[in-house]
C-alpha cells in the first residue's frame, strides 16, 4: 500500500541506520511494501548499500548529480514507487513507531482525503538533549476544522498557517503518488521553502490534507542545525521571501482576503499582534504581513509628530474612517454568516 521513499546524503550512514529502524518497527508495518533509499551524494563514490534488513524490500538508487534538498529530490523517487501512496523521510529525520498507522486512519477519514502529514518535535544538541515541539502554534492558528486529535485543512488554512511558518514537514508526508504528481508540476524553483510551504498548497487543490495533531515524526538535531544555517544567510531569507510571495500571490488567485481571514481569526481566539510577533516572526515575517497590508498595526500607536509627515497623518485618518465605516462591518457580516452557516 505505502512506499517509503527515503532521502539519504551519502555522508551520514549512521544516521540512515536509525531512519531505517524507525521505518521497519513501525505498528503499521503491513501497510509497508516498500523502502526507496535515495542516495544523494555529492562525491562519485558509491556508498555501501545497507543489505542487513531482509524483512521489506529495499532498494538504493544512486542519482547521477547531487540534488539540493528541493522538490526535483522530491520528485526523484516516485519514478520508482509501485505502491498507490508514498511517504517521505530524511535520512536525519526518526518516526515515532505509530506515524504509519495513524497516517493510515488519517487518510481513511474521508473519501476525498489525499494527504496526511504528523506533527512533529525537534531533538536540539547545546551541550544536553532537549524537546521542542515545531511550528504547533501556527497549525493551530490556522485551522479551524479539528476533530479530536485529527485536524482537516482546507486552501485557506494552508496559506495563512504557511504565511506564518512552514506548519509541516515533508518527512511526515504520506500521500497519493499521483496527487504529488500533480503537486510538484506546481512549484518550478530551486527553492527549499517550497518543500514545506508551497507543495501543501499544491496539494490541496486536489483533496484534503489531514494533519495528526499527536506527534508523529522526530526531527534530529541534524536538521535543526541546517535550519539555523538557512535562517541565518541571505540566501535563506530571499527563499523564504520567495514562498511568501508565492503564497500571497495565490491568496488573491483563490479570492481570500487574507486582512479580515487574519483579523477574524485574531479575535476568535484572543490572539494580539504581539502574540504573533512573539511566537511566529521567523525571517521576520510578521513584519512583511504588516507591510503587505495583511495584519494591522493597533490603533491609537502614532509616532512623534517629529516623525509623522503630514500626509502620513492624513492617509493614517483615512484609513481609519475606511477600516470603521467599511472594513469593519463587512468583517462582522462576514461573521455573521459563517455561524449562521454552522448552526
Known sequence: MISVIIHHTGDRDEFLEEALESVLNQSGRKYLKEIIIIENNK???????????????????????YMEPTYRLTLAGLKHAKEKYVAYLADDDVWDENHIARSVESLSLRNNVVASFGATIIFMNNGRYWVKPEDSFARHFACNDTSGNKMLFSKEDIIVGSLLGPIFHLSTLVAKKDVIYKALAGPKSEN???????????????????????????????????????????????????????????????SINLRITFAERMRNRNISLRDLELESNSMGQVRRLIYEGVLVKPKGIIASKSNTK????????????????????????????????KE
Do not use: C
Not at 43 to 65: C, D, G, Y
Not at 200 to 229: C, Y
Open 43 to 65: 562525491s562519485s563514490k558509491k556508498q555501501k548499500a545497507l543489505n542487513k534488513h531482509r524483512s521489506v524490500k529495499i532498494r538504493h538508487i544512486k542519482l547521477k548529480h
Open 310 to 341: 503630514p500626509k502620513n497623518l492624513i492617509k493614517k485618518l483615512v484609513d481609519y474612517r475606511l477600516d470603521r465605516k467599511i472594513i469593519r462591518p463587512i468583517e462582522q457580516m462576514v461573521k455573521k454568516v459563517r455561524n449562521y452557516v
Open 192 to 254: 527549499p521553502f517550497d518543500n514545506d510551504r508551497g507543495i501543501p498548497f499544491e496539494i490541496i487543490k486536489h483533496g484534503l490534507i489531514v494533519a495528526d495533531n499527536r506527534l508523529g515524526a522526530l526531527i534530529r538535531r541534524h536538521a535543526a542545525q541546517e535550519s539555523a544555517r538557512i535562517y541565518s544567510s541571505g540566501e535563506g531569507q530571499k527563499w523564504w521571501d520567495s514562498t511568501t510571495t508565492q503564497l500571497l500571490e495565490s491568496a488573491k488567485r483563490e
